[in-house]
């Protein structure tokens, strides 16, 4: 099973900006599609974004449309989120999630689609 690690959490004000990594592990990683999910205290883990195999598809939640950019580099085994004009209801711990499929083309948004998980990051917006 491919084993995933986040990165790139912390503190930020509302209109700040940070990066994610995702670095996968034991694994070939471009067999792997992949997705950004969070979660709020008191919760469920939400669906952020996600990207296929190749990176040639991409789709992300409408909360995060046009603020938040996923990417990948299968030759750095590295899945990134770029979040820009962070605002307060963006607080949450934010996974990666891999998912092992034969299919090019697909990306997957709800979390039962996943294999493995990230333990994830912290990031706090203040306002």
């Known amino acids: 099973q491919v084993q995933l690690v986040e990165s790139g959490g912390g503190l930020v004000q509302a209109g700040g900006s940070l990066r994610l990594s995702c670095a996968a592990s034991?694994?070939?990683?471009?067999?792997?599609?992949m997705g950004w999910f969070r979660q709020a205290p008191g919760k469920e883990r939400d669906f952020v974004a996600a990207?296929?195999?190749?990176?040639?598809?991409?789709y992300y939640s409408d909360s995060v449309k046009g603020r938040f950019t996923i990417s990948r580099d299968n030759a750095k085994n590295t899945l990134y989120l770029q979040m820009n004009s962070l605002k307060p209801e963006d607080t949450a711990v934010y996974y990666c999630a891999a998912k092992s499929t034969i299919r090019r083309s697909l990306y997957y948004i709800t979390v039962s689609d996943y294999d493995a998980w990230g333990l994830g990051t912290q990031v706090t917006v203040s306002s």
């Open positions: 034991g694994r070939t990683f471009s067999n792997y599609a």
């Open positions: 990207i296929t195999r190749n990176g040639d598809s991409i």
